[in-house]
């Protein structure tokens, strides 16, 4: 379980990017987190595993607190949260098993990671993950050759590798065609119900948000203004989270007139 | 067909520098700097006048080139390829800390400017003047070449592979963080990947470098082929000299050709 309480993250003097949001999420459920760019959804995950501070608030996996932790307390509690990139962000110059493996970074020590002396059940959990999602049989492939859909899946497997406590999913389809990105937010829903997983997926797509996820989270401006299921979330609760926000939709429509609005996102 | 009656447009391309003062004042400084240089630097027109039939003397006393002391040649090509190839490795080994802590996005700011520091000073003094340096420190001979080389490469191949650690795909990092690695585990899978390709080139770039760079140690007693080329001139023995001269652009020309190679193969 996954508990957040007023969680704030400000840069500088500015305004609060997250302004003491509160959100729990149980096991084996899967999040939607949508919102317009800018409304902090990408700094919520991101305070979570710690890779941007939060400013105050606090943030519990299963009991532990995560807010305060440091150095080698902080690289534990990582290797519980997995995570999958926008840009998939794997290394592009490695194969895919050892981008695999690298999902245990945190467990093995930096002999056998500089050796890839990775032990015999990493090996064999990475075969079958892999297997899981049909990219076996480009093990020893470098991670560069793949395609987007691939990359992800390879993405997914390495934050799986981790035994995560929870999989935090940062956009993971906004780089992907259509059909591959279905395919990913349909293997990361099965996924979550087969390792009962609570899974937080920040996205822009509100039509796989609703298909893909049990509970939809909208975030406006840092604060949270919606939360309920899929059925709930309506053209009003569309209209809350992106209204007045220039779309890029709204854009293509109102193109043909040929004149900006003059309401400057 | 007729074009409606108006003048042809015409364009030019814009000046380089856009204010006329400035574009030609700048253009008469330069002429006033080279006018003065010239008429105030002792050149002593007489001394240079005497001077090319000498230089015509020693090209060609130089002809044909002479490689009957082919013995000396060798050894002495031999010992300025071991300098550069030992010295290569110990700089682009040692490179690898100091540009890890010279690159801003990895290091904290006290490390930081230590590596800074390092490289700065490795770069700010020409190969000949260290190896001065080091020829009195621990006497003639290669190992004094072999130092003077190692910090030449430190600084090179230092600067350069910071620069490249500044400029990578910071998402691979926050992959590897994200996971629970540490920072040398990071080092090793988010940073070192993304750099190998660069570093490969700039240790075969610095092996060029450094074979060029041992003929020239050589000349102040650092060991190698510039010592034998030293002593060549020294005994008026012009045709050994240019044989030596040739051998060294033959070197060169090759090491080109196959650090150009693996450079491509790299990829």
């Given at each position: 379980m996954l508990e957040i309480a007023n969680l704030i993250k400000r840069y500088g003097q500015d305004e609060p990017v997250l302004k003491g949001l509160d959100l729990v999420v149980e096991d084996n459920s899967v999040v939607a987190i949508v919102g317009a760019s800018g409304a902090g959804k990408s700094t919520m995950l991101r305070c979570i595993n710690r890779l941007v501070e939060p400013s105050s608030g606090s943030i519990r996996l299963n009991g532990t607190e995560l807010v305060a932790l440091r150095g080698a307390a902080l690289r534990r509690a990582r290797r519980k949260i997995g995570m999958v990139f926008q840009g998939f962000n794997l290394i592009d110059r490695l194969t895919v098993m050892e981008n695999v493996l690298a999902g245990r970074l945190g467990y093995v020590s930096l002999f056998q990671a500089v050796t890839r002396r990775f032990p015999a059940e990493d090996i064999d959990r990475a075969f079958a993950l892999m297997e899981r999602v049909g990219i076996a049989h480009y093990a020893n492939k470098r991670a560069d050759e793949l395609s987007g859909g691939e990359r992800q899946r390879v993405g997914v497997v390495r934050a799986l590798m981790q035994e995560p406590e929870v999989l935090l999913a940062d956009e993971p389809t906004a780089s992907l065609d259509p059909r591959t990105s279905e395919q990913i937010m349909m293997l990361l829903q099965s996924l979550a119900s087969e390792l009962s997983l609570p899974v937080l997926i920040n996205i822009h797509n509100v039509a796989q948000a609703k298909a893909y996820t049990e509970r939809i989270v909208g975030l406006r401006h840092g604060t949270m203004i919606f939360d309920g299921v899929p059925a709930e979330f309506d053209k009003a609760a569309l209209e809350a989270i992106y209204g007045g926000i220039e779309a890029p939709d709204d854009e293509l429509t109102a193109a043909p007139a040929g004149i900006a609005s003059g309401e400057e996102s | 067909m007729t074009r409606p009656e108006r003048a042809a447009r015409t364009w030019r391309k814009p000046p380089f520098i856009a204010n006329p003062l400035l574009r030609y004042g700048l253009l008469m400084g330069l002429v006033a700097y080279l006018v003065w240089a010239f008429g105030s630097l002792p050149f002593n027109w007489e001394r240079i006048g005497e001077g090319l039939p000498r230089a015509g003397r020693i090209f060609g006393g130089g002809f044909p080139p002479s490689f009957e002391r082919y013995d000396l040649l060798l050894t002495g090509f031999k010992e300025s390829l071991q300098i550069a190839v030992l010295a290569t490795l110990l700089g682009v080994m040692l490179s690898v800390p100091f540009a890890?802590?010279?690159?801003?996005?990895?290091?904290?700011?006290?490390?930081?400017?230590?590596?800074?520091?390092?490289?700065?000073?490795?770069?700010?003094?020409?190969?000949?003047?260290?190896?001065?340096?080091?020829?009195?420190?621990?006497?003639?001979?290669?190992?004094?070449?072999?130092?003077?080389?190692?910090?030449?490469?430190?600084?090179?191949?230092?600067?350069?592979?910071?620069?490249?650690?500044?400029?990578?795909d910071?998402?691979?990092?926050?992959?590897?963080?994200?996971?629970?690695?540490?920072?040398?585990?990071?080092?090793?899978?988010?940073?070192?990947?993304?750099?190998?390709?660069?570093?490969?080139?700039?240790?075969?770039?610095?092996?060029?470098?450094?074979?060029?760079?041992?003929?020239?140690?050589?000349?102040v007693g650092a060991g190698g082929i510039g010592g034998t080329l030293m002593n060549a001139f020294g005994r008026y023995d012009y045709a050994f000299a240019f044989a030596i001269l040739l051998v060294i652009i033959a070197v060169i020309l090759v090491s080109e050709g196959v650090s150009g190679w693996v450079r491509k193969r790299i990829w």
């Open positions: - | 890890v802590m010279a690159a801003r996005n990895i290091s904290p700011m006290p490390v930081y400017l230590l590596g800074r520091a390092v490289i700065i000073v490795s770069r700010s003094f020409h190969p000949v003047i260290v190896a001065i340096l080091f020829v009195a420190a621990v006497g003639f001979g290669p190992l004094a070449g072999v130092l003077t080389l190692t910090l030449y490469s430190i600084g090179f191949v230092g600067k350069l592979l910071a620069e490249e650690i500044e400029e990578i910071w998402g691979q990092v926050e992959a590897i963080r994200a996971a629970g690695g540490g920072f040398l585990v990071t080092l090793v899978y988010a940073v070192f990947p993304q750099v190998l390709p660069r570093q490969v080139g700039l240790s075969m770039y610095q092996l060029d470098s450094n074979l060029r760079a041992s003929a020239v140690v050589g000349i």
